[in-house]
């Protein structure tokens, strides 16, 4: 396989590469492997039966082949059109290969995926005071495009960091539901970045629904910059510098349409954010590998090295090991939460002809009402109360205007 030609077969035509180099087998554990036509170990399935005895079975062509692509996943170009059931088992054999522990072709084995599956690769994630991975696999949270709920809270994102743009990004601008940014150190300078591609050219958190800003120094005047998102129903601004009163009610019906919730909404509840999808053990192998990174390493430098290793060790370790950010008390915490949200449909509609009813009981305070033909609200030319009743009952017209509410 070293010197000789690899040719591909690619819509119906071959092509020969050249510049492909495949990954080399395994070294022969034994003397006996050293003929390249006998069959390699990992080829094999070993088991015991009954007895105690050794057998073994060969693996499917399919299972060779899988790991054959597994091993070259760097050189594939496309996922795009194989089967769903294909897609997954690839994933899961490129996941027990370690492929997306390796920084050099992590990134690219994911946005294949990606690409070709959305969200079922990753639907869901949460990263809740894990800023320490954020960080070191920035680039492969960004391949994530289909993502319906991001969880960020307590990661220490600041108002300028480069994961804003991944955020308002035509690729999420669809798909992202959810996004919990709560506890960031943002301020309404940070808003204000955030926001800005949606504000000024139109595009990004298109979906937005639920929209958690919690424990940042954010003030009535970052309001404003959230008009921008066209389906936001609901906000939490508890622990920021707005203060529970009318102004607020008054400014949150008027700018976003949102009312006070008097009890705390059970979609803010952390226990609702998962992971979920198929990269999920590959989030888990990432926080793994970090904490046992020192555990794996061999320190071979020099003493300069080893202090900045046994540093970032200590610092790995400090990170995984800290609690999450607490408030002062359980009940402090909920009467210092702030949940708005939008009504529904339905209450709006009863509201309405609620509404409505009763302004059809004082007709007279009403100047957009139709005024019946014996009707009049001057007080100094009343009829007789036997033709005020009259003149109150409704005609046909008014029964199908009620009806059609």
Request: proline share 4%.
């Amino acid at each position: 396989m070293d010197n000789s030609t690899i040719y591909v077969r690619e819509r119906g035509s071959l092509r020969r590469v050249s510049d492909i180099v495949l990954a080399q087998p395994k070294p022969a554990l034994s003397c006996r492997r050293t003929n390249p036509f006998v069959p390699r170990k990992e080829h094999f399935i070993f088991t015991y039966n009954e007895e105690g005895s050794l057998r073994y079975t060969t693996k499917s062509l399919f299972d060779i082949t899988l790991l054959f692509v597994v091993d070259n996943i760097h050189h594939v170009d496309s996922l795009i059109g194989f089967p769903e059931q294909i897609g997954d088992k690839l994933f899961v054999a490129a996941e027990e290969n370690r492929v997306f522990l390796n920084p050099e072709i992590s990134s690219k084995a994911l946005q294949l995926f990606s690409d070709a599956y959305g969200g079922m690769v990753l639907e869901s994630l949460c990263l809740r005071n894990r800023f320490p991975l954020l960080h070191e696999r920035m680039d492969e949270i960004k391949t994530f495009h289909s993502l319906k709920s991001l969880d960020l809270f307590g990661c220490k994102l600041g108002d300028n960091h480069e994961l804003f743009q991944h955020l308002t990004s035509t690729s999420l601008a669809s798909s992202l539901i959810q996004l919990f940014i709560g506890s960031n150190s943002l301020s309404d300078a940070g808003l204000q970045r955030l926001t800005a591609p949606i504000r000024m050219m139109h595009k990004g958190l298109d979906s937005l629904q639920l929209l958690d800003i919690s424990y940042n120094n954010i003030s009535e005047r970052a309001l404003g910059y959230l008009t921008c998102l066209p389906k936001l129903a609901n906000l939490d601004v508890s622990g920021t510098s707005l203060k529970l009163g009318t102004e607020l009610k008054a400014t949150m019906s008027n700018l976003l349409g949102l009312i006070y919730s008097e009890k705390p909404l059970d979609t803010f509840e952390h226990s609702r954010c998962k992971t979920e999808g198929w990269a999920e053990q590959v989030v888990n192998q990432w926080e793994m590998n970090s904490s046992q990174m020192p555990k794996q390493k061999k320190v071979e430098e020099s003493r300069i090295s080893a202090l900045r290793f046994f540093g970032r060790q200590k610092f790995v370790r400090t990170v995984l090991n800290a609690r999450p950010l607490t408030h002062k008390s359980t009940e402090e915490d909920k009467s210092e939460r702030l949940h708005f949200y939008r009504l529904a449909n339905s209450d709006v509609r009863e509201k309405q002809v609620s509404s409505r009813a009763n302004d059809l009981e004082t007709p007279c305070h009403d100047p957009r009402k139709r005024r019946l033909q014996s009707e009049t609200c001057d007080t100094s030319h009343e009829s007789p109360l036997g033709k005020r009743s009259s003149s109150l009952t409704l005609t046909a017209e008014d029964i199908d205007l009620l009806n059609s509410y």
